[in-house]
């Protein structure tokens, strides 16, 4: 029997195709490191984020594949990840961000549509996957990371760089850190200009494969500085069903068309509410399809809807957030699928512009 060679076993993975890039894996470069030792055959699959859904799917079918090759003993699959960064240059003159790969805005157009839950949940989620992820709270005037993750206190400045806290495997950041909780922050445009620019500039966060913004809400100053001075590689908006809440969320996502930030969808947050006692029952409390609607409406993407769970508001006062409190529960298991989701449309963006920086992730077989 011939012994196998390299070009059988890329044959064999070519008919895997990328669901994102609609493309082989092996004409995108994925399949890399191919060692054959009679056999036993061993090779990595390369891909553009570690919170890849297909993850598993891949591993699986690429083993199947290559072992289906007569004189094929042993198969040895070793996914990695070589997260790309969407290429996008800052406004400001100081160097913003430099080790961060992609940056998230999590944003809606009022408060109270639990945004920051969001944000942190879906950071979480990012982390639980291999990725390196800090959170920026940046809603200067109402501060809720340290209630959602019970992380208290100024963090640590050294030589005129400000260390962001590190918990739950984030890397944090808050005004919320630096005032006591009853103390309100009273301050014009120009001070919360420069807050935010600390913030991006002062802040070592070393290198993160994705920082989260938790944007304030609204489109008023701190809103259009951070739009103007990040380099966002994307934005979320997240609403309610209600009418209220979508009129406003239409003009967050306007304000990111108008700084060409690429919009990645729509998220509708406490969307149904099913009691333990009824599993197959689904209560509309806000109203029904208007976070799909508003999607249709205006072009982009509806990316899902977030069951209402009382563990959600009790693991936020708590500093335990549901995809850490309660991971088999339906809200967390839609976090993780909405990083997922998120994360290949920041890698099909950073396909098309020059990548800012990689970073490699290898995870065991």
């Known amino acids: 029997m011939p012994p196998v060679t390299e070009s059988a076993v890329l044959d064999a993975l070519r008919p895997i195709v990328d669901p994102d890039f609609g493309k082989s894996i092996v004409d995108l470069g994925f399949v890399k490191n191919i060692r054959?030792?009679?056999?036993?055959?061993?090779?990595?699959?390369?891909?553009?984020?570690?919170?890849?859904?297909?993850?598993?799917?891949?591993?699986?079918?690429?083993?199947?594949?290559?072992a289906a090759l007569a004189g094929v003993e042993e198969v040895a699959v070793t996914m990695t990840a070589n997260t790309r960064g969407r290429a996008v240059k800052p406004q400001a003159e100081t160097e913003v961000l430099p080790g961060v790969r992609n940056t998230l805005a999590v944003a809606s157009g009022k408060g109270g549509v639990g945004k920051s839950t969001v944000a942190l949940n879906l950071a979480l989620s990012l982390?639980?996957?291999?990725?390196?992820?800090?959170?920026?709270?940046?809603?200067?005037y109402g501060p809720s990371l340290p209630l959602l993750t019970g992380v208290h206190g100024r963090p640590r400045a050294e030589e005129r760089r400000i260390h962001p806290h590190e918990a739950m495997g984030l890397k944090l950041m808050s005004m919320g850190f630096f005032i006591d909780d009853?103390?309100?922050?009273?301050?014009?445009?120009p001070m919360v200009h420069g807050l935010i620019r600390q913030f991006l500039t002062d802040v070592n966060w070393g290198e993160l494969d994705y920082l989260v913004i938790d944007m304030p809400p609204g489109t008023g100053d701190a809103a259009l500085t951070l739009t103007q001075m990040a380099p966002l590689s994307g934005a979320l908006i997240v609403t309610t069903a209600n009418d209220l809440s979508l009129i406003d969320a239409r003009k967050g996502l306007k304000m990111f068309e108008k700084v060409n930030v690429p919009v990645l969808g729509i998220i509708e947050n406490m969307s149904y509410?099913?009691?333990?006692?009824?599993?197959?029952?689904?209560?509309?409390?806000?109203?029904?399809?208007?976070?799909k609607r508003t999607a249709e409406?205006?072009?982009?993407?509806?990316?899902?809807e977030i069951p209402i769970d009382p563990r959600i508001v009790e693991g936020g006062d708590k500093g335990r957030p549901i995809v850490l409190d309660a991971p088999d529960s339906e809200a967390a298991r839609v976090?993780?699928?909405?990083?997922?989701?998120?994360a290949r449309k920041l890698a099909v963006l950073a396909e098309t512009?020059?990548?800012?920086?990689?970073?490699?992730?290898?995870?065991?077989?």
Request: include cysteine.
């Open 273 to 291: 509410f099913t009691p333990p006692d009824l599993p197959d029952r689904k209560y509309r409390i806000f109203g029904e399809g208007g976070g």
């Open 335 to 342: 976090f993780v699928q909405l990083a997922g989701v998120v």
């Open 353 to 365: 512009t020059p990548a800012i920086a990689d970073a490699n992730i290898t995870w065991v077989s």
């Open 182 to 189: 009853n103390s309100p922050v009273i301050w014009r445009g």
């Open 36 to 66: 054959i030792d009679g056999a036993r055959i061993a090779f990595d699959i390369e891909l553009t984020t570690p919170a890849c859904p297909v993850k598993e799917e891949f591993q699986r079918t690429a083993r199947e594949r290559v």
């Open 297 to 304: 409406e205006l072009g982009v993407a509806f990316l899902g």
């Open 127 to 140: 982390a639980r996957s291999g990725a390196a992820v800090g959170v920026l709270d940046a809603d200067v």
